[in-house]
């Protein structure tokens, strides 16, 4: 497991800073492979003299992908986009990743796509990752998939995003209330990769990561009023309001999220999942309050009082 050389692409971003720690705890060298090299620097620090390379990459660009992958044990793809050229990123730019890796002679790959991944659906963004899984299936039939729910942590653009929303806003919309999600810990799910990364006993298998609670979007809204001491009046935003809401440029929701959150995104029953891995999943709860409690209105000395 050691010494093992692990190419990450995009391992500069939310999601990729957690797996390159994880990798790098456990002893292996990693490649970061970057469109922008600079976002990966904060890693270079988490690791050993040596134990950790910066690459400009772009998944795309199949020669640039070609150099990223030489050399390496283990890849692992976590580039993915919520708006813009979904299928060439999601279904291309995997496709050539896995192809890469098959020419390079690497041993395992792990992709890491999403729950509600679908070559069917009616959303692009869904359409796209189950055509990539396919794609990559093809190219490297050994890969293994991961599909996480919406993953938090620190710094994501989830429970940041309505904790902003909820600290500003009198009344808070909220639209597709009723849609089901099973929130994952950014930290967890780096866990798994990671462990899915450096074990060749789980290759060609597919994996859902999803927490411990399924939690209406309704719920999640609520929950994060109350963790930053925020009462608010909540609405529900009808379905036709938000498919108008949906059309303004520069909305506060596209209309392809729109068709995503016409599905639950939650683990499908039967799927392997934390539990094959040996991997507790944590609560939002444990973990949120700590990034969290800068949006209460007198900060950490604030408690959750009311305002």
Avoid: C
Avoid at 244 to 266: E, F, H, W, Y
Avoid at 296 to 303: Q, S
């Amino acid at each position: 497991m050691e010494n093992r050389l692990v190419t990450i692409f995009g391992g500069g971003g939310f999601l990729g800073r957690y797996v390159a720690q994880e990798l790098l705890a456990r002893g292996a060298r990693i490649r970061v492979a970057e469109r922008n090299p600079g976002n990966a620097l904060r890693i270079k620090p988490l690791g050993g003299l040596g134990q950790t390379q910066l690459m400009s990459a772009d998944i795309t660009k199949p020669a640039s992908v070609a150099r990223a992958v030489a050399g390496a044990d283990v890849v692992v793809n976590l580039v993915g986009i919520l708006s813009g050229a979904f299928d060439r990123v999601h279904r291309e730019g995997a496709e050539t990743v896995a192809k890469a890796a098959t020419a390079a002679g690497v041993g395992s790959l792990v992709h890491v796509s999403a729950i509600g991944a679908d070559a069917d659906s009616a959303s692009a963004y869904g359409r796209s990752k189950g055509q990539g899984e396919a794609a990559v299936r093809a190219a490297l039939p050994q890969s293994i998939i991961v599909r996480p729910s919406i993953v938090f942590g620190r710094e994501d653009q989830f429970l940041n995003r309505f904790a902003q929303l909820i600290r500003m806003a009198p009344v808070v919309p909220v639209i597709s209330g009723q849609t089901k999600f099973q929130p994952v810990y950014a930290v967890d799910v780096a866990r798994a990769i990671a462990t899915l990364a450096l074990d060749a006993s789980q290759n060609g298998k597919t994996f859902e990561l999803g927490g411990p609670e399924v939690l209406t979007m309704e719920e999640i809204n609520r929950w994060v009023a109350d963790a930053i001491g925020r009462k608010k009046l909540f609405v529900d935003v009808p379905a036709p309001a938000a498919s108008a809401l949906a059309m303004l440029p520069g909305g506060p929701i596209t209309s392809d999220q729109l068709k995503m959150l016409g599905r639950d995104n939650v683990v499908a029953p039967g799927a392997a999942g934390f539990a094959e891995l040996g991997i507790t999943p944590t609560p939002i709860a444990a973990v949120a309050d700590g990034w969290l409690v800068k949006y209460r209105r007198h900060g950490r000395f604030a408690g959750r009082a009311e305002a």
